[in-house]
């Protein structure tokens, strides 16, 4: 497969350069690219057109869900229609899993995304810098300023050897700002907008790596968001399932309740809490003044108990 | 941009010769650290185990009432939609939810720690498999394989999480799934009468790249230094009731026996600050304990009748 690799570079026609740098050791290669443009990495607010709700002058409006039918491929990948700046359509692949965008370099030429005679920044897979599409189009979806990145993605492109052409993936940062249903039945994506920012996730994992942390990690604290009033504990050889409540606060959110000493919690708003930090990190998105329901065992009996956690800490 | 100028020409250098295959050559040219980066990032991030095309034909099942389930799940660091399964009642593990992936794949340690079998095929079958939230299939075929992109995320601790798997086509087509960021579930809906298709044995020519990244990734993680770091801790416990008066944050309450109990304070003081970090809301104040653990020292200002006064205490075990 490293053959493969060589020889997908080869085709690329920039084997010379990229085997002088090798050979000499040198930034030769790196410094022949044409000028990059550093990236402003501050993060999009893509205007969202054809979205009623983005303002809140709209507010009181009810947004209209946007169906888009989506092909199922023989791979079972999801497969949508898109225009890019107009050009198009390009078949992509729906991807929840995918948090970033990403192009062909032959999309990417097509739809002017690459300047003439740009060329990608490392042979590797055509891997081109982040840029920003101007008007991406699903269905009756129209947005704007979208980032993707430009890469010839070897399995996107080995998928569209045996499925026919497929330009790119589109994720994340598009379905994250709709409530986003998708129905393998109907072979339907149903979008209604929701408001939310994706964040550039390139930025913030390049600075994490980039300055990784010095000296000995820090374990990260885990902050439940209210006061609860109750301890949780579990022997290290202890592997059935929850955790033992050792103390209640009296007085306490869980003792009002019904929260007692020796009750074995098992779930916390629906969250497992089969150790303490699984505990922890479920008391972390519950905010002050919500109720949530707390099962326990005790002596054998499933017990469902209300709690309504304090500001407190 | 610091993240654009920055090259590295000297300690960066790519060996033309991969270590564990000394006869294959792999190009990779000294670039700058920026631009490896994001092909690594871009490369690790999506289509996990798009390679493996074509499964067994075995459906996951599930009771037969119709049901909606609100599956808790989480973003992780890399914007991943990340659930927690348990194996045959063994776990929770951590998945992503992938429209991008073909099936079900599960690291080979999990396996192990489960006790499945791998069939020839590197198949396995799950007796049970619980998403967080109460989904419960029965029967579930998955991948037993270490992808290259979850291994890298790991190496790099991408996520801020440890992965264990990736929950592809075979599970997700069985419901219909809403995803909605601005709320702290998703809602899965099985579809009792639908059998979605299998997906077919395509012949996919020459072998996915992408697998070429596993070594790589593990060579720049030891030239660069960097590591993953999934430990956490809880936070250490005060023992106040607080409320929001006048701008200022008064104690309401002090639990007897907690840090904040045993430091003397009492109902009524307001707290001014938390080490010299100044506390106008409740949210102040959860901003400044929020990375304090269990047995960490604090030094409370408190305005007690008009006088102001430092307390110190150590954060207690509770929450």
């Known amino acids: 497969m490293l053959q493969n690799m060589f020889a997908t570079v080869f085709r690329r026609g920039r084997s010379l350069a990229l085997l002088t740098a090798v050979v000499l050791g040198s930034s030769t290669w790196a410094f022949s690219l044409p000028a990059d443009s550093p990236q402003p990495v501050t993060p999009h607010k893509p205007p969202l057109s054809g979205n009623p709700s983005s303002t809140s002058s709209d507010a009181e409006k009810k947004p209209t869900p946007i169906v888009i039918p989506f092909e199922l491929l023989r791979s079972r990948h999801m497969a949508v229609q898109v225009r890019v700046n107009g050009a198009g359509p ?5 991807d929840t899993g995918a948090p970033m965008n990403l192009v062909s370099n032959k999309l990417a030429r097509e739809a002017g995304l690459l300047k003439k005679g740009e060329r990608p920044l490392l042979p590797l897979f055509g891997m081109g810098g982040p840029k920003t599409i101007e008007t991406l189009e699903i269905g009756a979806i129209k947005l704007h300023n979208v980032p993707t990145v430009v890469m010839d993605h070897p399995t996107v492109a080995a998928m569209s050897r045996v499925l026919g052409p497929i330009e790119g993936i589109i994720g994340f940062p598009f379905f994250a700002r709709y409530k986003t249903t998708v129905d393998y039945q109907k072979r339907e994506l149903t979008l209604v907008p929701n408001g939310y920012e994706p964040k550039d996730v390139m930025q913030s994992l390049m600075e994490k790596m980039m300055n990784p942390p010095k000296g000995k990690p ?3 604290v885990l902050a439940p968001a209210a006061l609860w009033g109750f301890q949780v504990d579990k022997a290290d050889d202890d592997t059935t399932d929850g955790v033992t409540v050792t103390h209640v606060l009296p007085g306490s959110p869980a003792d009002k309740a019904g929260l007692r000493a020796g009750d074995r919690l098992l779930t916390l708003d629906d969250r497992w809490t089969d150790s303490v930090a699984d505990t922890y990190t479920a008391a972390e998105s519950i905010k002050p003044g919500r109720s949530v329901v707390l099962v326990v065992l005790r002596q054998g009996q499933r017990l469902e108990l209300t709690v309504t956690p304090r500001t407190g800490f | 941009m610091h993240l654009e100028t920055e090259h590295l020409a000297g300690d960066l250098q790519m060996s033309p010769f991969h270590p564990y295959q000394p006869e294959t050559h792999i190009p990779l040219p000294v670039a700058s650290r920026p631009r490896l980066y994001r092909f690594i990032l871009v490369s690790l991030l999506v289509l996990f185990g798009s390679g493996v095309i074509g499964f067994p034909e075995q459906r996951p099942r599930l009771p037969e009432e119709t049901r909606r389930y609100q599956v808790p799940y989480r ?4 914007q991943h939609v990340l659930v927690r399964v348990k194996l045959n009642g063994k776990g929770p593990f951590h998945f992503i939810l992938d429209t991008g992936a073909p099936a079900v794949f599960v690291t080979k340690s999990v396996a192990k720690k489960v006790g499945v ?12 498999f619980e998403i967080e939230g109460g989904v419960r299939l029965t029967q579930v075929k998955g991948r037993i394989e270490d992808l290259v992109q979850l291994d890298g995320m790991n190496t790099l601790g991408l996520a801020g999480v440890e992965l264990h798997g990736v929950i592809g086509y075979n599970v997700l087509a069985r419901f219909r799934i809403e ?8 809602l899965f809906e099985f579809l ?3 059998e979605p298709p299998d997906p077919e044995r395509l012949r996919v020519e020459g072998p996915d790249d992408i697998q070429m990244m596993g070594p790589f990734i593990k060579m720049i993680a030891a030239l660069t230094g960097i590591k993953a770091n999934f430990a956490t801790v809880p936070r250490g416990f005060l023992g106040i009731e607080v409320t929001q008066a006048n701008g200022k944050v008064v104690i309401q309450h002090v639990y007897p026996g907690t840090a904040a109990a045993k430091a003397g304070l009492q109902p009524g003081d307001v707290i001014v600050a938390v080490r010299a970090q100044t506390i106008d809301v409740p949210a102040d104040l959860h901003r400044a304990l929020r990375r304090a653990g269990v047995g960490s020292p604090q030094v409370l200002t408190i305005e007690r009748q008009g006088k ?3 307390v110190r205490l150590e954060l207690g075990r509770g929450l």
């Open chain 2, 75 to 78: 973003l992780t660091d890399s």
């Open chain 2, 179 to 186: 995803y909605d960021f601005t709320v702290d579930k998703l």
């Open chain 2, 192 to 194: 009792p009468d639908f």
């Open chain 1, 218 to 220: 820090e374990p990260r």
């Open chain 1, 90 to 94: 390009y078949r992509l692949v729906f």
């Open chain 2, 117 to 128: 079998k791998t069939g020839a095929q590197g198949w396995a079958t799950f007796d049970t």
């Open chain 2, 308 to 310: 102001m006064m430092e």
